[in-house]
């Protein structure tokens, strides 16, 4: 459900620099922080001074990874719903062993401010790797999402306000250690292997969006951790990019068209855009060629409106096979959509809230 959240409270200009002074910072920076607290699950805290129109805000901004604040030593494994009460207990204990004489003079964990949070859920899988390629093949959600990085591992979208990142975790934590010149303990390989997590990360315009939404009448994070909004935007976002339908070879694909009860341009139709975006690897550059017409092969040219081509998409899920098909190289002629699994994982967070 969770994964890091990031909270800001305003902080009095005395306790401001006494606390910089305390952690050894330059004390008349703008934006100053620490990582001594990181193993506490206090990854990140910084002070940080803004002149917003002539007038100075100071802040403190704390980047928290929950889990690794609840179970007090480092994992890999994500916040679970039937955890979350925990955490406001958990973080005032920590926040008077870290902040010690100013503890006081700090909100506990329900005034602060939400600024950024992390939703993810964690499903297990052999085929990891395969899915991540399949998903960086998928539509972005909207025209917002302007900017993708592929890169092995990892299907990684980005708007403004919100970054999806669909990803290996073994792959992430083997490039992190590598980098580090740092060997996987056995802990770490065992909670890594074979895990897909589905990573919504909602920035600063998104959480106020979200208040805006839901109707609340602050963004403390208390409003935030509610099992019932995160399920809803990781759904929203995997349907708005990966979609529905399980994942075939294009031959697979192919056989299933053809079976449908369709007319017969329909499926031809059909059978066209399946194998436009099979060569073009990718739906967003297929729908681009689409609208600007080509020729996929043998003399057949397909060209149409970007509202035909989503149309075609629609009908192609309809019939439970998701657009972006299996490489003929893979020798693997069928993969179930993880949707499911994801569904299962939600499932089983609600029964151990109850």
Not at 7 to 14: G, M
Not at 154 to 180: G, I, P, R
Not at 302 to 307: D, E, L, M, N
Not at 338 to 353: D, F, N, V
Request: hydrophobic share 35%; charged share 25%.
């Amino acid at each position: 459900m969770l994964h890091t959240i990031e909270l800001t409270t305003r902080v009095e200009v005395s306790i401001f620099y006494a606390l910089r002074r305390e952690f050894g910072m330059q004390v008349f920076s703008a934006s100053q922080k620490t990582d001594e607290f990181r193993n506490y699950g206090f990854r990140e805290v910084q002070l940080n001074s803004n002149d917003i129109n002539g007038m100075i805000i100071r802040l403190m901004v704390i980047r928290l990874n929950t889990k690794v604040l609840l179970d007090n030593q480092e994992t890999l494994l994500s916040t679970q719903a039937s955890e979350t009460y925990r955490i406001a207990t958990a973080f005032n204990e920590r926040k008077s062993t870290i902040f010690g004489d100013f503890t006081s003079e700090l909100p506990d964990f329900d005034q602060w401010t939400c600024r950024r949070i992390d939703y993810c859920v964690d499903v297990i899988t052999e085929h990891v790797s395969a899915y991540v390629v399949l998903f960086q093949r998928c539509k972005l959600p909207s025209r917002h999402y302007n900017i993708t990085i592929k890169k092995k591992g990892s299907s990684y979208m980005k708007s403004n306000s919100v970054t999806l990142n669909f990803y290996d975790k073994f792959d992430q934590l083997e490039k992190h250690l590598l980098a580090l010149d740092k060997t996987m303990s056995n802990k770490e390989q065992n909670e890594a292997t074979n895990m897909l997590r589905f990573e919504i990360q909602c920035q600063r315009g998104k959480t106020d969006y979200i208040k805006r939404r839901e109707g609340f009448d602050t963004k403390s994070i208390e409003h935030f951790l509610d099992s019932s909004l995160s399920n809803k935007l990781i759904l929203d976002y995997y349907d708005k990019s990966i979609g529905t339908g399980d994942f075939y070879s294009l031959h697979g694909a192919r056989a299933i068209v053809d079976r449908a009860n369709l007319q017969f341009r329909t499926k031809q139709t059909l059978l066209n855009t399946l194998k436009l975006i099979a060569q073009t690897r990718s739906i967003e550059k297929a729908r681009v060629q689409f609208i600007a017409g080509v020729d996929i092969g043998g003399g057949t040219v397909v060209k149409g409106s970007r509202k035909t081509f989503n149309d075609n998409i629609k009908k192609i899920r309809l019939l439970g096979v998701n657009p972006v098909t299996i490489p003929r190289n893979w020798e693997i002629a069928f993969l179930p959509n993880p949707r499911g699994l994801i569904l299962s994982r939600i499932q089983s967070e609600l029964e151990e809230t109850h």
